[in-house]
């Protein structure tokens, strides 16, 4: 079998039926997707297929045969970061770092596919990926802001002015 990874082919060796999280992490050295929940329920093993995200842990590998798979790494490198990447930095969004990689993924695919800065649709397009750190809000800032075409100085991080959860008040 054969996956582009990040813009790389690669030949897979694995079995057919081994999810693709695993193929990534342990075939092809690709970390960024981690196994969490390995039941598809918490996101941190999200990635995209073909532009679509899918949680790699439920995806046989078969399944994605000749198929475009982009992982965190292929956004960005350390040195040119990806504008969502910048965001997420620069509005700190991550703070342990296991959901990030699932929630860039998510992100990246809304923004894709014409996502706006509007707070319930991002809400929406992040269901099903689990942060047990940030309590969500600054997660929604940082894609709103690249919805809106911000850019950011890596050197300081955004004032936050909403310290409340997803759906709380503000």
């Keep these: 079998m054969k996956l582009t990874v990040n813009g790389i082919e690669r030949e897979v060796e694995s079995a057919p039926l081994t999810p693709l999280l695993f193929v990534l992490r342990d075939e092809l050295e690709v970390e960024s ?6 039941q598809g329920g918490c996101g941190a093993c999200t990635v995209l297929v073909e532009g679509e995200p899918r949680r790699s842990c439920l995806t046989p590998v078969v399944a994605v045969d ?6 965190v790494e292929g956004l960005g490198s350390p040195e040119n970061l990806a504008p969502l990447q910048q965001a997420f930095t620069h509005h700190y969004a991550a703070q342990c770092g ?25 809400q929406t397009s992040l269901a099903g990926h689990v942060c047990r750190c940030t309590g969500y809000v600054k997660i929604v800032d940082a894609i709103a ?7 950011f100085d890596m050197t300081v991080t955004a004032e936050s002015h909403d310290t409340t959860n997803v759906g709380g008040a503000q």
């Design 98 to 122: 296991f959901c990030t990689a699932g929630m860039i993924m998510a992100a990246q695919a809304y923004l894709d596919n014409w996502g706006t800065e509007d707070r319930e649709m991002i």
């Design 66 to 71: 000749g198929a475009r798979i982009t992982t």
């Design 145 to 151: 802001a690249v919805a809106r075409g911000d850019s």
């Design 33 to 38: 997707p981690k196994a969490g929940c390995q």
